[in-house]
């Protein structure tokens, strides 16, 4: 009777979970480089892709979290368990090893020079290195990890996701865009000419199949049983539609500042020059800000969810605290640190990790909706034909996407 108490009482009101994680892990430097490139290049046109991958996310971490409460185990382990035959087993691990882990540190390296440049903005009268930024990014993202306590990363994380969105939302209003326009481009789907593969890239920084991985854990941390899925979902559909909107946001911005003249963009950062006439002195503290919350959160996501999928899949103990499980996330980070420091331009590293990650989506997502179709795992939880439908628009539309993205790679189109 207690605990049937608690979780009315728990109920009454909204509290921020693991899905703010999973905004806090997509609103990256990638994110606000992709975003800014979106408005500065195409206007308001293409806001309707954020909206197609709000909606996506939405539709694949409620399967990632309901795996993760119903059948106790994280995506990997799933994967590993249902996936038994030596071959397919191999071929599994090596896929997510490489997709996630190894992916993962080319993210870690932007993640990390995106937010030295956010430092950088708010410190301009410091002149420091950015490799040196990136590497005190790098110890700070190191140490809110080693602390082992799923809880204090989860608040973390929570209040970067808050100020990001103080951020970019206010800074959105202030420009003062064209509002019906704001709404064509979200509810009318263009393709401008040369706007594939941008478009391609919103989608990918969004929909971000890491985040599958880090959601179908992290979900244990906080909810036990199937009585939590209703709490779990209404987490999922506000975290993520407020990072949508932040998105949005950061479009909305760009949009306002660059679109129709004749400025470049080639990061979040050149943002803050453009707003001067709008915000003053304010504009490189608005957007260092943003760049450095969005940064910080995605170097710490980013290494831990290769934590768990790894350890998911290689059958390790889920356990933040455990020696295999800390390797994991130190490689990340420590790679992450080495690469920044080697000078890399942030924008070539970021679009890079952006491309392979809307190539991988598809593959990732097939295997989450065979998963989730499986009766041994999911027993009376597995997917209805409504949420395998909408998955499997999610994946036909993705793989499209993927499959154009290389061909205009390879000049075919």
């Keep these: 009777m207690a605990n ?8 009454k009101g909204f509290r921020f979970g693991p899905g703010a994680l999973v905004t806090a892990a997509f609103i990256g430097p990638g994110t606000i480089t992709t975003c800014s490139i979106a408005g500065a290049s195409f206007g308001y046109a293409l806001l309707w892709g954020l909206v197609f991958s709000v909606i996506a996310t939405i539709v694949l971490q409620e399967m990632a979290s309901r795996l993760g409460i119903i059948s106790r185990q994280g995506l ?40 030295s440049i956010g430092l950088k903005l708010l410190f301009p009268e410091l002149t420091i290195p950015i490799g040196f ?48 326009a704001v709404f064509k481009g979200m509810f009318i789907p263009a393709f401008p000419d040369g706007s594939l593969l941008t478009i391609a890239g919103l989608i990918g920084t969004t929909v971000v199949p890491y985040n599958l991985f880090l959601h179908a854990s992290a979900v244990q941390e906080r909810w036990k049983d199937a009585d939590d899925l209703s709490e779990s979902r209404k987490d ?23 679109f129709g003249i004749n400025g470049t963009i080639s990061s979040g950062a050149d943002l803050a020059v453009q707003l001067e006439p709008l915000l003053g002195s ?35 103990k889920k356990d933040l605290k455990s020696l295999k499980f800390r390797l994991v996330w130190i ?33 990732i997502a097939i295997y989450l909706l065979w998963v989730m179709n499986s009766p041994q795992i999911m027993g009376a939880n597995v997917n209805n034909r409504m949420t395998n439908l909408l998955g499997g628009v999610v994946v036909l539309i993705a793989f499209g996407l993927g499959v154009r993205s290389l061909l205009h790679v390879f000049g075919l189109i």
Excluded: C, D
């Excluded at 992916?103 to 932007?110: L, Q, R």
């Design 282 to 316: 304010y504009a490189k503290y608005f957007i260092g800000t943003g760049l450095f919350a969005a940064g910080i959160s995605s170097a710490i996501t980013a290494p831990l969810a290769a934590a768990y999928a790894t350890a998911g899949i290689l059958g390790w």
């Design 4 to 11: 049937s108490a608690e979780k009315a009482k728990k109920r």
């Design 331 to 363: 490689s990340i980070i420590g790679v992450g640190i080495v690469f920044s420091m080697f000078g890399f331009r942030p924008i070539e590293v970021i679009l890079f990790a952006q491309a392979a990650n809307g190539i991988l989506l598809p593959v």
């Design 76 to 115: 990997g382990e799933a994967l590993r368990k249902h996936f038994n035959k030596p071959v397919t087993k191999f071929l599994t691990a090596l896929l997510i090893i490489s997709a996630i882990t190894i992916g993962n540190a080319a993210f870690e390296t932007g993640n990390l020079l995106g937010a």
């Design 236 to 258: 999922i559909f506000v975290s993520v539609i407020l990072g949508g909107f932040i998105s949005m946001a950061i479009v909305v911005t760009s949009a306002a500042a660059f």
């Design 133 to 180: 930024w990136a590497a005190s990014v790098g110890i700070i993202a190191a140490a809110i990890l080693f602390t082992g306590s799923y809880k204090i990363i989860e608040r973390f994380l929570i209040g970067l996701v808050i100020l990001m969105s103080l951020t970019f939302l206010t800074t959105a209003f202030v420009v003062n865009p064209e509002i019906s």
